[in-house]
C-alpha cells in the first residue's frame, strides 16, 4: 500500500498563496524600483498645486499619454502643495509647460498631465519651476457649488413659471380661447399670401416679379449701367485734364497768370465805374452831370427840327430844279 500523502488540501492551498503573495511582493518592488531608481539620472522639477488632493508618491506624470515620470515627493510650501517631478533625461520643458492633475476614469487614480510648452519660449532648465499648473476638479467641490447654482437658477424657474400660469390663465377661458384662434387665423391668412407673393414672383407677376424674370428690364438696367458707367469714365477724364490745366477751362482753372489778368481786369473795371460815379471824364459828367444831359437833350431836340426843315424843302427844291432845267 502507497503512504498516505501528509499534505492535506489545506496546506496546499496555504502554500499557493504565501507563493502568490511574495510573487506579487516582488514585482511590486520590482515595478517601483525601475520607476524610482531606473529613473534616478531624470532631471527634477517642481509644480506648485492649490490642492493635490488624491496624488500619490510615485504617481504617473505623462504627456499626451505616454508615462514620462513619476511624482518622487509632496510637501507644503508657502501654503501651497509643492510636487517634486522627477522625468526622464530626454524631456525638454519650456517656460511657459503646463502642468495639470488629471484622473482616469470617474474614480480612477490621479496622475499630472504635462504640456511641455511651445518652441517659442525659452528653455526651462533642470530643477525649475513649472508655474502654470491647475488643481482637479473634486467631486465635493462640485456639490458645494450646487446650492449656489440652484439658487441661480430658483428666478429663472420663477419667471418660466409666472408665464406659464399667465398663459394658462389667457388661453384657459373663452375669450382666450378666442383670441388664440383668431391669432391663428391671421397667422394662417398671412402665410397664405406671402406664398401668394412668392407664386407670382415664381410667376413673374407684378413689378417685382417682372424685375425678377424679364430679360428685357435686365437689358435695359444694363444698357442704364453701361451709359452711367461711360459717364463716369467721361467724367473721370474731364477732371483728369482739368487738374492737369488742359483745354481752356483748365488752363482758367490752372494758370496764374490768367487769373491775375482777369483780376486786374476786373479792377480797371471798377476803376472805371468809380469814376463814371464820381462824374470824372467825359462818360461821368454825361452821366452824373444834369445840366450838361438838360443840353444834350435840346441839341437833340434842335437837330431833329433841322432834319424836320430839310424833309419840308426838298419837294420845293427838287421841283425848281426841274423847272429850270426845262426852261433851258
Known amino acids: 500500500m502507497k503512504a498516505k500523502s501528509t499534505w492535506g488540501p489545506e496546506v ?33 522639477y517642481y509644480a506648485p498645486f492649490a490642492s493635490v488632493s488624491g496624488l500619490v508618491l ?8 505616454v508615462e514620462v515620470g513619476r511624482i518622487k515627493d509632496i510637501t507644503l510650501k ?13 524631456l525638454e520643458l519650456r517656460q511657459d509647460a ?14 499630472i498631465e504635462l504640456h511641455p510648452g511651445t518652441a517659442a519660449a525659452a528653455p526651462l532648465e533642470a530643477g525649475g519651476t513649472i508655474t502654470d499648473t491647475q488643481s482637479a476638479v473634486e467631486f465635493d467641490e ?10 441661480d437658477i430658483q428666478p429663472i424657474l420663477s419667471d418660466v413659471r409666472a408665464i406659464s400660469q399667465s398663459l394658462q390663465r389667457v388661453i384657459g377661458t373663452a375669450e382666450g380661447e378666442a383670441s388664440l384662434k383668431e391669432m391663428l387665423d391671421n397667422f394662417q391668412a398671412a ?15 407684378g413689378t417685382l416679379g417682372k424685375l ?40 482758367l482753372a490752372n494758370d ?11 479792377n480797371r473795371l471798377n476803376r472805371v465805374a468809380q469814376k463814371i460815379d464820381h462824374g470824372e471824364g467825359t462818360l461821368g459828367k454825361l452821366v452824373n452831370d444834369q445840366s450838361l444831359y438838360d443840353e444834350t437833350q435840346k441839341a437833340v431836340k434842335n437837330v431833329n427840327q433841322a432834319m424836320e426843315g430839310i424833309k419840308e424843302q426838298t419837294p420845293i427844291t427838287v421841283l425848281g430844279t426841274i423847272g429850270a432845267t426845262v426852261l433851258r
Not at 508657502?78 to 530626454?90: F, G, N
Not at 402665410?191 to 407677376?205: F, N, P, T, Y
Not at 496764374?256 to 476786373?266: E, M
Open 212 to 251: 425678377l424674370k424679364e430679360d428685357q428690364l435686365y437689358r435695359q438696367v444694363q444698357g442704364t449701367m453701361t451709359e452711367l458707367e461711360s459717364a463716369i469714365a467721361n467724367l473721370n477724364r474731364f477732371s483728369t485734364r482739368l487738374a492737369q490745366g488742359q483745354g481752356t477751362l483748365g488752363k
Open 12 to 44: 496546499k492551498v496555504g502554500i499557493f498563496v504565501l507563493v502568490a503573495l511574495l510573487l506579487l511582493a516582488y514585482m511590486s518592488l520590482k515595478v517601483g524600483r525601475f520607476a524610482t531608481i531606473g529613473w534616478r539620472a531624470g532631471k527634477t
Open 191 to 205: 402665410s397664405k399670401s406671402l406664398s401668394q407673393i412668392a407664386k407670382d414672383l415664381e410667376q413673374g407677376r
Open 78 to 90: 508657502d501654503h501651497q502643495a509643492q510636487v517634486e517631478l522627477l522625468l526622464q533625461p530626454d
Open 142 to 151: 462640485v456639490l458645494r457649488r450646487v446650492p449656489s447654482v440652484l439658487k
Open 98 to 111: 503646463q502642468a495639470t492633475i488629471r484622473t482616469k476614469g470617474m474614480l480612477g487614480e490621479k496622475f
Open 58 to 65: 510615485n504617481g504617473q506624470v505623462e504627456v499626451a499619454g
Open 256 to 266: 496764374d497768370r490768367l487769373y491775375d489778368q482777369a483780376q486786374q481786369a476786373i
